[in-house]
Nanobody, 118 residues
Framework: QVQLVESGGGLVQAGGSLRLSCAASGRTFGSYAMGWFRQAPGKEREFVAAINWSSGNINYADSVKGRFIISREYAKKLVYLQMNSLKPEDTAVYYC???????????WGQGTQVTVSS
């Protein structure tokens, strides 16, 4: 079982930056995919970015390409989401997830609120 705890959310003005962190614990993560998702009020949860824990392969949603950067700190079992050039439409609860297969079968954190003011 994997436990995930997010931190780093907050209120920021449009154009600003935030860095989210996800602390993972519970087991080794060699084959895991680690991801960030977000859910805005009244909308479905959507994929933001993912990184393979061992290979470092990365994927981004089109809506955040060029603005967000996902990374991992292998030894400390930390995953980051650096969010730059934030827009009001980035406002959402951001969740960290870890999975060996489908995201729906994975482990999820409790979420952290990001609010971008215009």
């Amino acid at each position: 079982q994997v436990q995930l705890v997010e931190s780093g959310g907050g209120l920021v003005q449009a154009g600003g930056s935030l860095r989210l962190s996800c602390a993972a614990s519970g087991r080794t993560f060699g084959s895991y995919a680690m991801g960030w998702f977000r859910q805005a009020p009244g909308k479905e949860r959507e994929f933001v970015a993912a990184i393979n824990w061992s290979s470092g392969n990365i994927n981004y949603a089109d809506s955040v390409k060029g603005r967000f950067i996902i990374s991992r700190e292998y030894a400390k079992k930390l995953v980051y989401l650096q969010m730059n050039s934030l827009k009001p439409e980035d406002t959402a609860v951001y969740y960290c997830a870890a999975t060996l297969s489908a995201w729906s079968n994975g482990s999820w954190g409790q979420g952290t609120q990001v609010t971008v003011s215009s």
